[in-house]
């Protein structure tokens, strides 16, 4: 089975900070994804990537930045973090579409509390 | 652009009932169409897909969906629940294009009463 993984279940920090949202997948897919969910809203696309160094602006970039080194890890960066970025954070991988389409998988997610 | 609308917040049910779940879709060209379901303090995972052949796509836990393009719904259903149904459930539509990515609903709680 693919796996997705997220660093941290739980997280703290305070305003201003500088935070890293970590996220790898082990089954060679292109296609990674970070989101937010929010009660009520569902899921918001943050913003993705179909390649390494290659990224796309998603629903909602502002405040974000992301970083793709490496086929198989995502990071999602706050630059600054402020309190209306408290949330969860899930990241999700997928193969590229003409190699089957078998959606996304999604890692458990990351709860960011920012005080 | 594609949107998906899932109109019910929650859906109380007892166990042992049926249950639909509603999805509506908008799209202007040709779609895929999943349900995932997220199990408290866990990500999403994929419950059932509609890529395309039969409209009627079934899970191996009992839940199926039925795609119908004139009404552009995707409705999941579940003839018996059960307390472990109890969930948030997420309907999504990705266009057959080059991006593959998926536009999510809002997200419908499940809560599924003994």
């Known amino acids: 089975d693919v796996k997705v993984t997220q660093s941290s279940r739980y997280l703290v920090k305070r305003t201003g900070e500088k935070v890293f949202l970590e996220c790898v997948q082990d089954m060679d897919h292109e296609n990674m994804f970070w989101y937010r969910q929010d009660p009520g809203l569902g899921l918001r696309l943050i913003y993705f990537?179909?390649?390494?160094?290659?990224?796309e602006k998603g629903d909602i970039p502002e405040g974000y930045s992301v970083s793709r080194e490496k086929k198989e890890r995502f990071s999602l960066i706050l630059e600054s973090a402020s309190t209306n970025q408290t949330s969860m954070y899930l990241c999700?991988?997928?193969?590229?579409?003409?190699?089957?389409?078998?959606?996304?998988?999604f890692g458990s997610g990351t709860r960011l509390t920012v005080v | 652009a594609q949107s998906v609308t899932q109109l019910d917040s929650q859906v109380p049910v007892f166990e042992e009932a049926p249950v639909e779940l509603r999805c509506n879709y908008s799209s202007s060209v040709s779609v895929y169409l999943f349900w995932y379901v997220q199990y408290p303090n866990q990500g999403l995972q994929l419950l059932l897909k509609y890529l395309s052949g039969s409209t009627l796509v079934e899970s191996i836990n009992g839940f199926e969906a039925e795609f119908n393009k004139s009404q552009t719904s995707f409705h999941l259903r579940k003839p018996s629940v059960h307390i472990s149904d109890t969930a948030e459930y997420f309907c999504?539509?990705?266009?057959?294009?080059?991006?593959?990515?998926?536009?999510f609903g809002t997200g419908t709680l499940l809560a599924v009463q003994p």
């Open positions: 990537s179909y390649d390494v160094k290659m990224k």
């Open positions: 999504a539509v990705s266009s057959r294009g080059a991006t593959n990515k998926l536009i």
């Open positions: 999700a991988s997928s193969l590229l579409p003409g190699q089957g389409i078998y959606g996304y998988t």
